[in-house]
């Protein structure tokens, strides 16, 4: 059992049924589900990585996406340091629907978060509505990383995790962060014991089937 350098908080946002439960699962456990239950509330997953042989711990909140449960969901975006901000790229919808998610996931507190606006589901292509160059333009327009992935078929998945928390880190590396302000949503790790990867049922159920 090895400790680990920092732990991140992560959230993972957008309208239900774009695949964030399918993401998570296909992370922390390396399969896909084909049908979920809806999310209510949130559920939670954790997995180690390494950036620059540094261990980091991934503490990941898995959203619901109906607007009733929003009252519920966003006190889990205080102190997210990572955001994954979903949207499925055959539901024109769920992509129109981005700023809004974005403006909510946006702290006057923590400015300094990452996010990463995901097209999930790209190995559907013929039923495409969202294009990838949509999605890049918006990634520029607000500062955002961008990345297309598949749940499905584990396309870009780590990846995209992967390339959220180099970001992170970098900027821990240049001094952007108060570490010692947990708000932040990064804590360091002070030796303690790397736990087993996995995902958690916390206050829900998994939700949205996806790719």
Not at 12 to 28: A, H, M, N
Not at 46 to 75: C, P, Y
Not at 108 to 131: A, M, Q, W
Request: aromatic share 10%; glycine share 10%; charged share 25%.
């Amino acid at each position: 059992m090895s400790s680990y350098a920092y732990l991140f908080k992560y959230i993972i946002i957008g309208d239900t049924g774009v695949g964030k439960s399918c993401l998570l699962l296909q992370f922390t456990d390396k399969r896909f589900q084909l049908v979920h239950d809806v999310t209510v509330g949130v559920e939670f997953g954790t997995r180690m990585i390494t950036v620059d042989n540094k261990s980091i711990k991934l503490h990941i909140w898995d959203t619901a996406g109906q607007e009733k449960f929003r009252s519920i969901t966003r006190s889990y975006y205080r102190g997210a340091v990572g955001v994954l901000l979903v949207y499925d790229i055959t539901r024109r919808e769920t992509f129109d629907n981005i700023g809004t998610w974005l403006q909510d996931v946006i702290d006057p507190e923590n400015t300094n978060s990452v996010i990463t606006l995901i097209g999930n589901k790209c190995d559907l292509v013929r039923k495409r509505c969202v294009s990838t160059e949509e999605g890049e333009q918006f990634a520029k327009r607000h500062g955002l990383i961008f990345m297309e992935v598949s749940a499905k078929i584990d396309h870009n998945v780590e990846e995209a995790f992967m390339e959220t928390t180099s970001a992170i880190y970098n900027k821990i590396q240049d001094g952007v962060f108060e570490m010692f302000n947990e708000s932040c949503g990064i804590k360091m790790g002070y030796g303690r014991l790397q736990q087993p990867a996995g995902r958690t049922a916390g206050a829900a159920a998994q939700g949205g089937c996806c790719s």
